[in-house]
């Protein structure tokens, strides 16, 4: 079979953030994105549940012919990536909280990383921070919890409002800048910042679309400039309901 889209998947519909970008960053490019919400969250999962279902979904879109494949999902990238690079000769590509970024911009700033408790233990996190020489001051907050109610799809209701105030509330009007450190938490920028005050915010979706586009170029994987590209959404969900709600996050939800 024609090695011929690229493969984007994440626990839910949190990877549409980054497959939105992807679509900018690579408009000529066939996507197949699929989100397991059946099984969210994945930040609540032990490690080998994770590695689990992602090289599952993974092997399933390699067999269907994927030239590549964007693990959209940070908790997913930290549990599985490099496990995935050994076992397939084809570009896997993760996502990582916007940590370096953040503290370059802000070297003296207060930053709140925002993640889910999954991605805060593992030992990437670990080490990417430890990367960051800084004198910024990060305080991170593990958001149990969050990413299941974005995955809903209700953006304004009381209840997420009262989640984040419950999580961050007590920063307002104290932090400089905010890393979204899931792929969910960037459909939520007004309602974090509603809670915190104008801050900046930093996640690491344009620089996963760069890098996809790099690796693609590198190995003569990019269609050509005439090559219209489409965009496939799945879920592990299979409802219309389901259906209609991952259009909505592709095409209506607002980001940033």
Same mark, same amino acid.
């Given at each position: 079979?024609?090695?011929?889209?690229?493969?984007?998947?994440?626990?839910?519909?949190?990877?549409?953030?980054?497959?939105?970008?992807?679509?900018?960053?690579?408009?000529?490019?066939?996507?197949?994105?699929?989100?397991?919400?059946?099984?969210?969250?994945?930040?609540?999962?032990?490690?080998?549940? /994770?590695?689990?279902?992602?090289?599952?979904?993974?092997?399933?879109?390699?067999?269907?012919?994927?030239?590549?494949?964007?693990?959209?999902? @940070?908790?997913?990238? +930290? &549990?599985?990536?490099?496990?995935?690079?050994?076992?397939?000769?084809?570009?896997?590509?993760?996502?990582?909280?916007?940590?370096?970024?953040?503290?370059? &911009?802000?070297?003296?700033?207060?930053?709140? /990383?925002?993640?889910?408790?999954?991605?805060?233990?593992?030992?990437?996190?670990?080490?990417?921070?430890?990367?960051?020489? !800084?004198?910024?001051? /990060?305080?991170?907050?593990?958001?149990?919890?969050? &990413?299941?109610?974005?995955?809903?799809?209700?953006?304004?209701?009381?209840?997420?409002?009262?989640?984040?105030? !419950?999580?961050?509330?007590?920063? &307002?009007?104290?932090?400089? $800048?905010?890393?979204?450190?899931?792929?969910?938490?960037?459909? /939520?920028?007004?309602?974090?910042?509603?809670?915190? $005050?104008?801050?900046?915010?930093?996640?690491?979706?344009?620089?996963?679309?760069?890098?996809?586009?790099?690796?693609?170029?590198?190995?003569?994987?990019?269609?050509?400039? @005439?090559?219209?590209?489409?965009?496939?959404?799945?879920?592990?969900?299979?409802? +219309?309901?389901?259906?209609?709600?991952?259009?909505?996050?592709?095409?209506?939800?607002?980001?940033?």
């Amino acid at each position: 079979m024609a090695k011929d889209f690229i493969g984007v998947l994440d626990s839910g519909v949190g990877g549409i953030s980054v497959l939105r970008k992807l679509v900018c960053e690579l408009p000529h490019e066939d996507f197949h994105f699929f989100g397991d919400s059946a099984h969210n969250p994945y930040g609540e999962k032990t490690d080998e549940e /994770v590695r689990t279902l992602t090289r599952n979904i993974i092997a399933q879109m390699v067999e269907n012919g994927a030239k590549a494949v964007v693990i959209a999902c @940070n908790t997913a990238t +930290s &549990a599985a990536a490099d496990a995935m690079r050994d076992e397939y000769d084809i570009p896997i590509v993760g996502v990582e909280p916007a940590l370096k970024p953040a503290c370059g &911009a802000l070297p003296h700033g207060r930053i709140l /990383v925002m993640a889910t408790p999954v991605t805060l233990r593992l030992d990437k996190y670990q080490q990417l921070k430890s990367e960051c020489y !800084s004198t910024a001051e /990060v305080i991170e907050v593990p958001c149990a919890g969050l &990413a299941t109610r974005i995955e809903k799809g209700h953006l304004d209701d009381a209840d997420l409002h009262a989640l984040l105030g !419950s999580l961050i509330g007590c920063w &307002a009007d104290k932090i400089d $800048g905010v890393v979204l450190g899931c792929t969910h938490y960037p459909f /939520v920028t007004k309602q974090i910042r509603d809670v915190l $005050g104008d801050v900046r915010f930093f996640d690491g979706a344009a620089g996963t679309a760069r890098q996809t586009r790099h690796l693609l170029e590198e190995r003569g994987l990019l269609y050509k400039d @005439n090559h219209p590209g489409k965009v496939q959404l799945k879920s592990s969900l299979d409802t +219309s309901e389901q259906a209609k709600l991952y259009r909505w996050f592709f095409e209506e939800a607002p980001l940033d």
